[in-house]
Structure formats: C-alpha cells, structure tokens
C-alpha cells in the first residue's frame, strides 16, 4: 500500500471516529423515517365513505349517490385529476406544499400576527396538509390548542404518506359548499364533468371554493343556474396570479368574463332510478366496494324514449284505468338492458311508483307459448304447418278453453301461435318429452317456481309466473338462435358464453311464425317488411296483467300493463292494452334512429322448405287442391301424405260408390275431405259444414279406386351398402321405385325421417351418416307404400 492512500484512509478513520454518533443517530432517524413510511398503514382513501357515480353506456351521468354520512364524495385518483386545478390549488392554497414537512412556520406566524396581535380576519396559516388533518380527524383548530394537535397530526401525515398522496387525498376532501366534498364529486355537482375533462375557468373555479365553501356558494338564483358574484370575484382574481407562470393562458381571457354559472344540487341527474338501484343493491349483495365509477349499459336516449311513451299512454288512457306500466329494451347483441322503465311514475306513491316492476314476478298469460313450439318442433311433434285440433279437448281433468270461448277446428301451428290458441297449445306440451316444458323454464333459470305437479298443463296458459326479466332473457333467446345468455346490467359484466336450450332451426321458425302477427294496427293482415316485428301477447287470468315482448333490429322490447297491487281490470288484455304501448315504442325507435337494423343473422344449415297440402300440413297426395310450403328439420320433422283429399269411385246409376271391380260399369271419379267426426262438427259449429263422403254399406272397399302401390328397386332387398372410410360422407346411394301409372309423386322416408321427393322414374340420391342398419319406405302421392331394410357398413 502506497503512502499517500495510507494516509487518506487514516483520515477517513479518524473522521468517522469524530463523527460516529452523528451518523449513527442520522442513519438511525432514516431508518425511523423509512420504517414509518414503509410500515403498513391504511390507505387515506378509505378513511371516509365514498359517493358512487353512475353512467349509461356513453358517459352521461344516471345518478351521484350520497356517501354513507349523507355526503357527496367522490375519490379520483390524481392522475384523473385536472393538472390545471391541481397547479391553481397549490398556487392558491400552499405554494410551498412540495418543500415544507406539512407545515410552514411563517404561514403560522404570520396568522397569529393577523389574528391575534392586529386582530384582522382569522388566518389559519394552514397548510395543505394540516388542513387534510383537520379534515380527517374533524380537529377544531379555532384554539392553540386545537392548532397544536393539527401541527401534530399534520406531522404524522408527513410521516406516513407521500405528497402525492396527500396532495389526492386533500382534493378528495376539501370542502365545496353544502354537503359537497372533493374536486370528484364538485366537478359533477356543479359542471356535469369528471375532474379530468375541466376547462381553466371551471378549475381555477374550484381551486377558490376550499377556502371558504359557505361565503362563496351563498349564491342567488337566475333561472336553472346558481350565479355568484363573489366566487367569480376570487376566481378572476387567482387568474391574474396564474397568467405571471402561465403567459399562454391570457388567450382565455375572454372565458373568465362569462357569467359563472354552477349547477343547483336539485339538480343532480336522477336518471333511469329503477336500474341504478337494482345495480347498486347487487353491489351490496356482493359486497362490492371498489370502484365509485359505474358503467351501466344503459343508454340514456333510449331509456328517455321509453320512459317518455310509458308516461305518454298512461295518461292517454286514464280513463280506462290505465294507471301503471313497465317496459324493458334489451340488446342481443351483447345482451345490454339498454332501457329499464320500472313504473310509470317513480315519484308517483299511489301506484308504488318505487317497485321495480321488471322485477315483480307475475302470470305471463300466453307470452309462452313461442317457447312451447320450439320443443316441439325440437323433439320432432309438429313443424309450422302441422295442422292441429282446435277443438273442445279434456286432457285428463284439465279441460281448457279459448280466451274468447269459441273454437276454430283445425288450425296450423303458425296459426295457432298467431292467434293464441290454448288448445292446440296445451296439445302440443302434452306430447313433450325431454324436456317437459316444465323443466325447460329450469333450465332457462326461472326463479321460485313450485313442483311441475303443482301446475300441470295450466303452467301452458300462464299458470306460473315469470318476471319481465326472465320473460326478456327467453326471447333474446329466440333471437340468438337458441341460445340463453344473462342480462347484463354493468357495462363491465364479461359477456357470458350462452347455453344452449333450443335449437338453431327450431327457433328460427319461431321467430319466422311471430314475424307473421299482423300489428292490431294493421289493416292489410301483413307487416311492413323494412324492419319486421317477432312478438306476442299476454293476458293474465282475472285480467290482472296484459303482456306484449318481442324483437325488433336488435332489440328485445317487453312490455307490462297492470297494477302492482295485482287489481283486475277488463281493460287489461294483451292485444289491447300492451299491444298498443309495445308499437308505440318500436315506431318511436324506428323514427328516432333511422339507421335501425337487424343483425345479420345466417339461415340455419339443417333447415329445408318442403311442399305441403295446406288442408292438412302433410306431403301433397295427387288430390290436394291448394299446396304451399314449410319449414323442415330433416330426421326431426314429422311429415306423411295427406290423406285428407280421397278419390271415390261414384256409380253413375245410383250415385253412391261403386262396389269393385269397376270394368264394365259407368263410374266418375269425385274427390271429398274425410275429416275426423270432431272437425265435422266444429265446422257445422261454425256455419261451414263439410260434404260428407258418400258410403255403401252393400260391400267393402266400396269407392276405393284400383291402382298398385310402389315397389322399391333400389336399395337392393337384402344388400349391404359397404362404405370407404376415406369416402366416408360423400358416398350416396340411389333410392328408386317403380308405381302405377296414376302415381305422379313419390315421397322418400329412412327411418320414418322424410328425406326427399322424387318424380316417378327418377333416382334420389341419399348420403348415409354412418354405417348402420336402416328402414327405407317410399309413398306415392295416392298413400299406397313400399318398405325394405338397408344395411350399410364400412370398409377401409
């Protein structure tokens, strides 16, 4: 070791030696210091409650609740804040806030001096942090000693937090006149803005309040605005302070000449209240305090539409007792409740204008029965145009009537569905499987509902009771092609993955069959078809409740009419009363956004169009006289010939049908309709009897006519079909027959699945799904059949 450094570390020792107990006691206060900020200590955001702030789907504030203590706050980070009000509060009240220890002592010397020694104004001589301390620990610094213990709590805060956070908490706190308290909640009170999005006049503004909140919001009333001399005095005045640092800002000069004008507390936005509330009583089921700012899905133009025609029916028709009603808009889309109408007053005590009634579980009379078709269709019992018995039916002791006490006799489902039969209905989810009908509501989450032996078939007809929710969430159901997603009400909600309960084809064809409801103010039977309607109605049993939901564009609309108190009325039928408010509704959307369309939506893969006879909704014999077409899900639909159009043979001499054999003899050939004996008599019922088919008691098979049903000559009898796996999916095999010469159609079935048409003398072509053992039948268009069995198996 060289000299020269021996002598620089002796120094060094002998140095550290002088100064040992000072350092020792300096790293000793750091590490005090250290440990004090770095000990964990409560944030200074929760130290009092927070207001919450919620907004619709595009920033428009719905409501500024108060905090637990009856105040509105609202904590914004700093970062959220204006920096032009953060810069103009230190400018106004402690511009030494970044270099003292929390307190400055020629602050407090010079407030005695004024207060006690000239006996002028008070001054506190506070700084920043020593007014946060009298903030939080609601310190009377009006004493000595009530300015001693801010001075020590105003230390403690140095100790324990940064000065930045301080500094939030400070903006956070501060007085702004009334119950108002922090720049989160003042800017919204009295800008309608966040903290952030503050133009200089609006911040500098705030910047004065703190001050002396009580003096300079003791404002006067010009109309809807509260206008304060004095403040705009402080204001302007803060202002020329601020131009000696910020010279650019003279440009907005002309801004500080404006009347200043604040908004009065009464009013505070108090938008959509029946949804705020349902969103903020599920934060306090789930114990949710994060976040002050809430997102909802609400869109405020939309929720003004639908609260402005509520409001605009009920007091057109007053004079019917219609006092009350609710409405719900939905988005498929992402399944947003864009609109919420819980009554059609809130502030309205004599129809318990605060019950949510979306909320409210009641009968949905026949809102229902779309849902019924759908697993019918789905489990194979009906398609659109199956005709069905709308005839006086007993299904054990359960014996339902029509709404209007009359019967129609056979009617397609489509039909049925339109104009609400309960028969054909009650029918059809009596032949339901899996699931019953019962338990497809379970499925789709129907809340509170007893035993399905509690309801039986009467569970059809509105024997239950649903809420205008759950009845909304079902029809965005239909709309998504069968598949139940959850209501969304916070615009932070993920958007659930859906469940499928129907299928893509069935419920396609319910919407196609609610598409047809002609408006009750249509006077053509048919919709315009620029934006069709899919809807339906409902009446509750004793007329306590009247129903209309639907879908039009992309919406999901579901609307109530009634009493909360559950009154009858006569007046509360669906067609009538719901209707009229639900059109209302969708016409005033059509008009306010012209661009309104449906979501691009594609045809289901499985579903095909067949012909029908239309008398019956089976496959067309060669005597039906009016054909049309369906929908069909092949495997799935049932579908047969229609055999209600027979051919009779009629014996020219005595006019009843002829006995065989018929060579020799002068016969012609009539066509009659051979309906059941219930049909017939509906129909005489209905001054609209049918011809009866003629009969011959002297032999059988009297009238029948001669002919020779198909035969099968393709499939082979007892072949087997061998398919290459590497092929597999795109090997075909032809299906042919031969038929009489009077056939001119020949329906195809495997497995009693329809599967095509053919003429005769021309192949059909069908892909087997697997390998397996099937049945092939082939029926002409006169009934007459041929079956055989066809193996199919797979080779490599």
Not at 59 to 81: E, N
Not at 232 to 254: E, Q, V
Not at 291 to 306: E, P
Not at 587 to 614: S, W
Request: aromatic share 10%; proline share 8%.
């Amino acid at each position: 070791m060289t000299k020269p450094r021996f002598v620089v570390l002796r120094a060094l020792a002998r140095w550290l030696h002088r100064w040992q107990n000072w350092l020792a006691g300096f790293v000793l206060v750091a590490a005090l210091l250290a440990g004090c900020r770095l000990w964990p200590h409560p944030a200074l955001r929760d130290a009092l409650p927070s207001s919450t702030a919620l907004y619709d789907d595009h920033g428009h504030l719905l409501r500024l609740t108060l905090a637990s203590d009856d105040r509105y706050r609202l904590w914004v980070p700093l970062k959220d804040i204006s920096p032009q009000l953060v810069d103009g509060v230190l400018l106004h009240e402690d511009r030494w806030f970044r270099w003292h220890p929390g307190v400055n002592p020629y602050g407090l010397a010079r407030g005695a001096w004024v207060t006690y020694v000239r006996h002028g104004d008070p001054q506190g001589g506070s700084t920043l942090t020593m007014q946060l301390a009298r903030l939080l620990w609601r310190l009377n610094t009006r004493t000595p000693l009530g300015k001693l213990r801010q001075i020590g709590r105003a230390l403690q805060l140095e100790l324990f937090y940064s000065k930045a956070q301080i500094l939030e908490a400070y903006l956070n706190y501060a007085p702004y006149g009334r119950n108002v308290e922090g720049v989160g909640a003042a800017s919204l009170a009295y800008f309608d803005k966040e903290a952030a999005r503050l133009s200089l006049p609006e911040a500098l503004t705030l910047a004065v309040i703190p001050q002396d909140p009580t003096r300079r919001l003791r404002a006067g009333q010009s109309g809807d605005a509260v206008i304060n001399a004095r403040l705009a005095d402080s204001r302007n005045r803060l202002f020329a302070r601020w131009l000696r640092s910020h010279p650019r800002d003279a440009a907005l000069k002309p801004l500080f000449a404006l009347p200043l004008n604040l908004r009065p507390l009464s009013q505070l936005p108090f938008e959509a209240p029946h949804a705020v509330e349902q969103v903020l009583a599920a934060r306090r089921i789930d114990g949710d305090t994060g976040d002050a700012r809430v997102a909802t899905t609400i869109d405020l133009g939309l929720q003004h539409a639908l609260e402005r025609q509520v409001r605009r029916y009920v007091e057109r028709n007053d004079a019917r007792g219609i006092r009350n009603a609710a409405a719900l808009l939905i988005d498929t889309r992402d399944m947003g409740v864009k609109a919420l109408v819980g009554s059609a007053d809130y502030a309205d005590a004599s129809i318990q204008g605060q019950v949510n009634g979306t909320l409210a579980k009641r009968s949905p009379g026949s809102t229902l029965k779309p849902f019924i078709y759908a697993l019918g269709f789905d489990q194979g019992v009906l398609h659109p145009q199956t005709v069905l018995r709308d005839v006086p039916t007993a299904f054990g002791p359960y014996a339902p009537e029509n709404f209007d006490g009359h019967f129609l006799g056979p009617v397609t489902a489509t039909e049925a569905l339109i104009r609400s039969r309960n028969i054909p209905a009650v029918w059809v989810a009596s032949q339901l499987q899996q699931p019953s009908f019962y338990q497809f509501l379970r499925d789709a989450g129907i809340s509170r509902m007893a035993s399905e032996k509690h309801y039986g078939l009467a569970l059809v007809l509105g024997g239950g009771e649903v809420t205008m929710q759950e009845l909304g969430g079902l029809y965005a159901m239909l709309a998504n092609r069968g598949e139940l997603k959850p209501l969304r009400l916070r615009a932070d909600e993920p958007q659930a993955a859906g469940t499928r309960l129907l299928s893509e084809e069935a419920s396609f064809m319910v919407m196609d069959m609610l598409r047809q409801n002609p408006r009750p103010d249509e006077t053509t039977g048919a919709q315009p078809s620029r934006l069709p309607v899919y809807w339906k109605t409902g009446t509750s049993w004793a007329f306590r409740d009247a129903w209309t939901a639907g879908s039009f564009g992309p919406y999901v609309l579901v609307v109530w009419v009634g009493n909360f108190d559950g009154a009858g009325n006569p007046a509360f039928v669906g067609v009538e009363a719901a209707a009229p408010l639900f059109f209302n509704i969708v016409d005033a959307l059509r008009a306010e956004r012209p661009g309104l369309a449906e979501p691009i939506r594609h045809m289901p893969a499985r579903l095909k169009r067949v012909q029908i006879c239309l008398a019956s909704g089976d496959l067309p014999n060669q005597w039906c006289p009016q054909k049309g077409t369906t929908w069909f899900i092949p495997g799935k639909s049932p579908i047969r010939v229609s055999n209600v159009h027979r051919p009779v043979v009629i014996d020219d001499a005595s006019g009843q049908p002829a006995c065989p054999p018929y060579a020799g003899k002068r016969t012609h050939v009539e066509v009659y309709e051979f309906w059941p004996s219930d049909l017939q008599r509906v129909f005489a019922q209905a001054g609209m009897p049918r011809r009866t088919p003629p009969q011959n008691p002297a032999c059988s098979e009297a009238g029948r006519p001669d002919g020779d049903p198909p035969r099968i000559t393709s499939p082979l009898r007892g072949s087997a079909y061998a398919m290459r796996l590497k092929q597999e999916g795109r090997q075909r095999i032809a299906f042919s027959a031969t038929t009489d010469a009077d056939a001119h159609a020949l329906y195809w079935f495997v497995d009693d699945a329809y599967v095509g048409r053919s003429a005769p003398g021309e192949l059909l072509f069908w892909q087997p799904p697997t390998a397996g053992s099937y049945d092939v039948r082939v029926v002409d268009d006169h009934g007459r059949s041929d079956q055989r069995p066809l193996a199919v198996t797979r080779i490599e």
